[in-house]
């Protein structure tokens, strides 16, 4: 599990659509399993890699069960619309994301949490060995975030799926990432696990902030803090 963070602005999200193969570099190659993706056809890339976008857009009034059956259409074939198979991967998909009860649901009618959850078990039915999110927590409270992570953690270390993610919350970043990349001014400036790149001197250089990193007491995970800028003697 991978966590891509950096500044806004900085090339995360458009590194993520280049890996997804929804826009082309202009220079050099995404391999996956050593295949260049320029050159997989849309429908098989599908159904090796799947990918939820930051903003992900639905059809005003489609319901969460028709949402996650669309993860099933890489694998249906022009003379067979739906199969038993199908129907297994999409239930499984949505009780696994905790939807199946909001199945006949719009989308427009969930809350925030419900509806990214409904989005992961999407891309869950696609059935892919690679996972690609980008922002999964965007406009979701700490629980609702904890909560999506929790379960994103889980697919990755359960099934072995490769989960690659771009994450704002930099200690989020840190406790739920095997490994994190960091991007700054639109190139990698460093790889690693979280505890060994994690730095005060890489917040100041990438981000621009002042922070104090430290283990957390219960199982060593980095931890930042900013540090508050001091106030002014005229401040009220």
Same mark, same amino acid.
């Given at each position: 599990?991978?966590?891509?963070?950096? $500044?806004?602005?900085?090339?995360?999200?458009?590194?993520?659509?280049?890996?997804?193969?929804?826009?082309?570099?202009?220079?050099?190659?995404?391999?996956?399993?050593?295949?260049?993706?320029?050159?997989?056809? $849309?429908?098989?890339?599908?159904?090796?890699?799947?990918?939820?976008?930051?903003?992900?857009?639905?059809?005003?009034?489609?319901?969460?069960?028709?949402?996650?059956?669309?993860?099933?259409? $890489?694998?249906?074939?022009?003379?067979?619309?739906?199969?038993?198979?199908?129907?297994?991967?999409?239930?499984?998909?949505?009780?696994?994301?905790?939807?199946?009860?909001?199945?006949?649901?719009?989308?427009?009618?969930?809350?925030?949490?419900?509806?990214?959850?409904?989005?992961?078990?999407?891309?869950?039915?696609?059935?892919?060995?690679?996972?690609?999110?980008?922002?999964?927590?965007?406009?979701?409270?700490?629980?609702?975030?904890?909560?999506?992570?929790?379960?994103?953690?889980?697919?990755?270390?359960?099934?072995?799926?490769?989960?690659?993610?771009?994450?704002?919350?930099?200690?989020?970043?840190?406790?739920?990432?095997?490994?994190?990349?960091?991007?700054?001014?639109?190139?990698?400036?460093?790889?690693?696990?979280?505890?060994?790149?994690?730095?005060?001197?890489?917040?100041?250089?990438?981000?621009?902030?002042?922070?104090?990193?430290?283990?957390?007491?219960?199982?060593?995970?980095?931890?930042?803090?900013?540090?508050?800028? $001091?106030?002014?003697?005229?401040?009220?």
């Amino acid at each position: 599990m991978t966590c891509i963070i950096g $500044p806004n602005g900085s090339g995360k999200s458009t590194l993520l659509r280049a890996i997804g193969g929804l826009s082309r570099p202009l220079a050099g190659q995404v391999r996956l399993d050593g295949d260049d993706i320029s050159t997989i056809a $849309p429908k098989a890339l599908a159904r090796r890699l799947a990918m939820l976008p930051q903003t992900a857009v639905a059809p005003e009034g489609l319901t969460v069960g028709d949402l996650v059956a669309r993860g099933r259409q $890489p694998y249906q074939p022009w003379y067979r619309q739906w199969s038993h198979e199908d129907e297994e991967h999409v239930q499984a998909a949505m009780e696994r994301m905790d939807v199946a009860a909001l199945a006949g649901r719009p989308l427009d009618e969930l809350s925030g949490g419900q509806r990214q959850r409904a989005w992961i078990a999407m891309c869950l039915a696609q059935d892919t060995p690679v996972l690609v999110l980008d922002e999964p927590t965007t406009h979701l409270d700490i629980a609702h975030s904890v909560q999506i992570l929790e379960i994103v953690h889980a697919l990755a270390h359960e099934s072995g799926r490769t989960v690659l993610m771009v994450l704002h919350d930099l200690s989020m970043a840190a406790r739920y990432s095997d490994a994190a990349v960091v991007v700054a001014g639109g190139r990698v400036s460093a790889t690693g696990a979280p505890g060994e790149i994690v730095t005060t001197e890489l917040l100041r250089d990438a981000f621009g902030l002042d922070a104090r990193v430290y283990p957390d007491p219960v199982d060593g995970v980095p931890t930042i803090a900013p540090r508050r800028l $001091p106030r002014s003697p005229s401040a009220t």
